[in-house]
């Protein structure tokens, strides 16, 4: 951070150690401030190489009027510009590693020093030494340079001592340059530091100082808030793929389980054409096409429930539904259904239970498709009850429990994937696999759960939980 006291103290009260961008921040600083100013001064500079690190340089130059005079020393041959004047570094002074930003005007001087430290860094690829003349001084991500930024005078005189040597030992490798000339025989009287500066170069820092961190601290929470759009987005594309995929083998799976009654009816047709064919094999495989036919319209049937649940869900709202209003009528509607396999179907249901939250259009769909399995793996002779019961202050429990055939231990994680089915009574009878799976699409969405019980030859108990409504 940038703290000024009293005047004639140090900016930067001891080097601090920044980046290379660090560096050229606090170059930007004073020479924003500068232009703020309108202040005209001569400058001393010695930069790393490169265009960019130039421009703040030249726009300085070209927002004061008259021009300023700015001298930009360098160990590379450089043409002379019509903003700047270019200083050779002399082999005797080469000042590799260092960098300053000399200011120096009538009213004020402030000073920035930088000097680049090579961080170490383990790598299979050779790096050429810096003892090469040609090596630039272009600093990378493995660079860190220690910064000073100083109104003290007597700092300043003393790096305006050194320079000078440095001119004085360019002018004697280069006598033709004239401007050079010029300044080193004027040395003393156009490079001098006055006793005091004003305060208004250290407040103009300050103020460009803390409009830089405004910016940083702006662009901040720009790359923060895109970061977070980038993991937004990521997990919603990651959804969509995952989605596309279950989509993709869903739609591979229906094919199947609809070729396979189709392939049951091709094979029967042409055997029905035999002359020699008699009436008990013709019945076989007439029996054959119509389990095709029905195993076709289930499977239809199914996807197209399927489909219209996903439709519906996306426009379902939840509402307040009264569970003894809805199970005693489905339950009643399929017991004709249970009398005739001669199965006992029978509930129980209070009217003094809480309302739960699930359209009842939902529920009805949850019931119709339990007891539909319930009715189709019990045998004659069996039973099936349906009871309703709190379950707790947030859950209701809707229980459906039949003495049917069970559910074999390795077949019990499967049952609620799609076009799954277990054994089978009457092969006649077979559903499309899609039951369960429905009806834990609607719990999902209402907030219920569903868990089954089952033990082969003994029966299934599957248990439903359905959130109570709350008073908004």
Not at 148 to 171: G, H, P, Y
Not at 247 to 273: M, N, W
Not at 377 to 382: A, F, K, L, V
Not at 444 to 460: A, F, H
């Amino acid at each position: 951070m940038v703290q000024l006291t009293e005047q004639g103290s140090l900016v930067s009260s001891q080097p601090i150690q920044v980046s290379p961008r660090g560096f050229k921040s606090n170059l930007e600083v004073v020479l924003n401030a500068l232009i703020q100013l309108r202040l005209r001064a001569v400058i001393l500079a010695k930069l790393p190489n490169g265009n960019s690190w130039l421009e703040d340089l030249k726009q300085y130059s070209q927002s004061v009027s008259p021009a300023p005079e700015i001298y930009l020393l360098s160990r590379r041959s450089s043409t002379a510009s019509e903003w700047f004047i270019p200083v050779p570094v002399p082999p005797s002074h080469p000042m590799r590693g260092e960098y300053s930003l000399l200011v120096i005007s009538e009213v004020a001087t402030v000073m920035v020093v930088g000097h680049r430290e090579e961080v170490t860094i383990v790598s299979e690829s050779p790096v050429s030494s810096e003892a090469d003349n040609h090596q630039s001084e272009d600093t990378d991500s493995a660079t860190k340079v220690n910064l000073c930024i100083t109104l003290q005078r007597s700092a300043i005189q003393a790096k305006l001592d050194e320079l000078q040597q440095v001119f004085q030992a360019s002018l004697v490798d280069h006598p033709d340059q004239k401007m050079l000339q010029a300044l080193v025989s004027n040395w003393e009287t156009r490079l001098q530091v006055p006793e005091k500066s004003d305060l208004a170069l250290a407040d103009a820092i300050l103020m460009q100082h803390g409009k830089q961190q405004e910016r940083l601290r702006q662009q901040a929470r720009l790359y923060r808030h895109q970061a977070m759009n980038a993991s937004s987005l990521s997990t919603q594309n990651e959804a969509l793929l995952n989605t596309l995929r279950l989509k993709d083998d869903f739609l591979s799976t229906v094919g199947q389980e609809l070729r396979s009654p189709l392939s049951s009816i091709k094979t029967a047709l042409p055997l029905l054409a035999s002359p020699i064919l008699k009436p008990h094999q013709r019945q076989r495989y007439l029996e054959m096409i119509r389990q095709g036919c029905d195993r076709q319209s289930s499977l239809i049937s199914g996807v197209l429930d399927l489909l219209q649940l996903e439709q519906s869900l996306a426009t379902a709202t939840p509402e307040a539904v009264d569970l003894f209003d809805v199970v005693p009528g489905v339950v009643s509607t399929y017991q004709p259904i249970a009398q005739e396999k001669g199965i006992r179907l029978a509930y129980t249901v209070p009217d003094t239970l809480p309302a739960v939250c699930c359209p009842d259009s939902w529920v009805r769909q949850i019931v119709i498709h339990l007891l539909n399995n319930g009715i189709r793996y019990t045998e004659s002779g069996g039973e099936i009850w349906v009871t309703v019961q709190p379950d707790s202050e947030e859950m209701v429990i809707l229980n459906i429990k039949d003495t049917g055939i069970g559910i074999l231990p390795n077949e019990l994680p499967h049952i609620f994937e799609h076009f799954y089915r277990g054994r089978q009574l009457n092969q006649a009878n077979e559903g499309a696999g899609l039951g369960l799976t429905i009806v834990q699409q609607l719990l999902l969405y209402c907030g219920g759960q569903i868990t089954v019980e089952s033990q082969p030859n003994t029966g299934t108990h599957v248990k439903v939980r359905l959130p109570v409504k709350t008073e908004s």
